[in-house]
Every structure is written in C-alpha cells, then in structure tokens.
C-alpha cells in the first residue's frame, strides 16, 4: 500500500486535504480565521475567570462548600476531574491565594465545588467558613494541575486513600466516572478523624450502594467510645485486607502532607511501584526544620529581614513561607499551586540563603542561576530578591 493510501484511510484525512486545496485555490491568506485560536485558547485556559458565590453548602462543622458561576453566567472552562483553581481574596488589606480543588463534576460546566476546610490558625480557609456571602465576587485562575486519572497511562482500577479535605477531588473523579459511566473500578479509602466531621459521607455511602464499581472503606482515627466500625489509621495489614491483590492498580493520595507521607511508605513495603502512586502537593510543609538538611542553627521562631531590590524591606519569620510574608507586606507574586510545583511564583534570589523543602520541584536551571519558588521557601537568614 502506498504512503497516498495509508493517508488516506486516516479520518479525516481526505477532507483536511480538500479542504487545504481550495483554500491554495482561492489564494487565501487566512485572514478570515486570524485570532480563532488565540481566542479559543483563552476559552479553555484563562489566565483569570470572574467568579460569583451562587450558594453556600454547610458540609461538616468544619467544611463548607462554596458553589461558584461565571460572573456573566457563561459556561466555565472544562477542566480535568482532580483540577484546582486558584482562588485570589483580599482579608484586611492583605491580598493572597489559595488552591483548592474542584469538587463538583467536570460533566457540567454551571458552576464549580469548592469544598474548603477549616485549617488550623487558617488565614484564608477562616474567612471563606466565616465571612463569605452569596453574591459575593472572587477572582480565580482557570483550571490546573496534574492530579487526574489519565486512561491511557493509569489503567481501569483506581484506589484513592483521601484524608479529610481529600475527600474533594475524589468526589470530582468518582463522579466523573459515574457520570460518564466509564469502566473504571474506583475504591475509596476515606479516613477522618471525627464520626461528624466526615465531607460528603452521606453522598459517598449511598453511591457505593447504588454503584458496583465503587468501593468505599471508611476509617475514623478518633472514633467515641461506643464506635463499633472501622477505626485507627491505616495499616499495612489494613491495605492488604481489603484492597486484596495490588498488582494493575493506581493510586491517588490526597490529605495532609505526613498522611500522604505515611500512606506512600505503606504503599511502598507492600511492593507498590512510585509510579504508581500519585500524590496531590498540599502546601508548603508546616515543620521544615524536620527535613533532613535543614540548618541546625536555625530555628522557626528567628527573624530575618527580606529586602526586595529597589522596593523596600520588611521583617520575616524564618518559619513563614517566603510567598506569604511578601503578600502580607504588599508585594505580589504571581502564583498558582503554592506547593512548590508549578514554578509560577519564581523569583531570583539576589543575595543570602533560603531553605528549599523537599517539595520545591526546582529544576537544574533553577538552582544555577538562584531561582527560587517563594511558596515553599524558607529564608534562613537575611536576603535580597528580586520580582
């Protein structure tokens, strides 16, 4: 069969060509369509999206979620089940950020689930529980992130291990497949510390009643004296009871940072390969004096003085991410993730030391040139950078 032939058994294919030939015919230039894809490309990834509070959803004691329409009520961009958005707040003159995962479908684009929980000394997630209205409007990124199932790469059986707040892309990728009515099997292992204080639970258990390829195994770390299911944390001998053979299996963590590191050491004594283990960045770490090379003679509580050249200085605590302290003084950085991942809120270290967690994905370049990712950096003493 000739090259001509093969070509033309591609659908498509004959019709893209004839397509191509008329337009040599008619000599034109394209002016027609100019713009059409930067256009389109605008639609599908935006730089920033006009978001209205249509609902408030009180979820837990803890949780609420915040249900989000386009501001002009247009469709919202398609996004990824497992996605987050970036959502800009301005709290008592200090403008920030913080990521959080879509919650709701990607099967209808009306509006976005944004389940956010109540974080410790929280700054943002105590003013979204507190004092957000419907009606009210936020700016927000468009849809972003890597952590979602990918058929061609991950296969049909999917475990996710969801602890607290992880319960909100895994609500977005159970109801993709349900949705869709997609082959995928998908286990749910949900751990919470509280029996009232479980997101979605009421959701989740009737699902996997109506629905044979969902398996919810729910575990409650701090159970009440008369509780008589599932407790503890999870466990080696936990995994292997009830997921049974693990071979052809991918798995999707998402929690707070020392339950997703926990849960990859289980997985990897039960003979799990990494690559089949994704895990969902949540921040910069909160105690990154106990990674291994953080400077001795260094502690949390110390201060230093942050200069940003040209600009102005200001006093920082060494345990305060870079990023946080810059936004609390009045300067913006440009950011997305804020786990040390995108890269998006990169700045050039001019002068003095920082400690990079081992979240900070810095790449070769990075580290030559003293690129830092201000989200998930430490400095450790006094330091000049440049926006």
């Known amino acids: 069969m000739s090259e001509q032939s093969s070509l033309n058994l591609i659908t498509g294919y004959s019709q893209a060509l004839a397509g191509k030939r008329a337009l040599e015919h008619s000599g034109s230039d394209f002016y027609e369509v100019r713009g059409e894809v930067g256009s389109m490309v605008v639609q599908l990834h935006p730089k920033r999206l006009s978001m209205e509070v249509a609902e408030l959803i009180e979820e837990t004691p803890t949780t609420r979620t915040l249900r989000l329409v386009a501001a002009d009520r247009s469709a919202l961009p398609p996004f990824q089940a497992g996605q987050y958005v970036n959502l800009f707040v301005e709290i008592d003159g200090v403008k920030t950020a913080r990521p959080y995962a879509i919650s709701s479908s990607p099967s209808q684009r009306v509006y976005y689930d944004l389940t956010v929980k109540r974080a410790k000394d929280g700054f943002v997630s105590g003013y979204l529980l507190d004092s957000v209205e419907v009606g009210q409007l936020f700016q927000s990124s468009g849809p972003m992130g890597t952590f979602h199932h990918n058929p061609l790469f991950h296969g049909d059986d999917l475990v996710f291990l969801a602890g607290g707040s ?4 895994a609500r977005s990728i159970l109801l993709d497949i349900l949705d869709r009515d997609l082959p995928q099997r998908f286990h749910l292992l949900y751990v919470n510390s509280y029996v009232d204080d479980v ?11 109506r629905h044979e390829n969902f398996t919810l195994t729910e575990l409650v770390s701090r159970p009440p004296a008369d509780y008589t299911e599932r407790s503890g944390r999870l466990t080696r001998e936990l995994l292997q009871e009830v997921l049974g053979e693990l071979d052809g299996k991918i798995f999707y963590l998402c929690g707070p940072t020392p339950f997703n590191d926990s849960c990859v050491a289980l997985l990897t004594t039960l003979g799990v390969p990494r690559r089949r283990i994704r895990v969902e960045a949540n921040g910069a770490p909160k105690e990154p004096n106990l990674q291994p090379s953080w400077p001795q003679d260094v502690a949390l509580e110390d201060e230093v003085q942050v200069t940003v050249r040209g600009r102005g200085s200001f006093l920082s605590r060494v345990g305060e991410p870079l990023l946080n302290a810059l936004e609390r003084n009045g300067y913006f950085a440009e950011n997305a993730c804020r786990s040390g991942e995108c890269s998006l809120c990169r700045i050039k270290l001019v002068s003095g030391t920082v ?9 070769k370049s990075d580290r030559d040139f003293n690129w830092i990712y201000s989200c998930v950096a430490f400095p450790t003493g006094d330091i000049e950078i440049q926006l």
Not at 203 to 209: H, P, T, V
Not at 355 to 363: D, I, M, S, T, V
């Open 199 to 209: 997101i979605f639970a009421e959701e989740f258990r009737a699902l996997a009643l």
């Open 166 to 169: 992880g319960g909100a892309p």
């Open 355 to 363: 400690f990079n967690p081992q979240e900070a994905h810095l790449r």
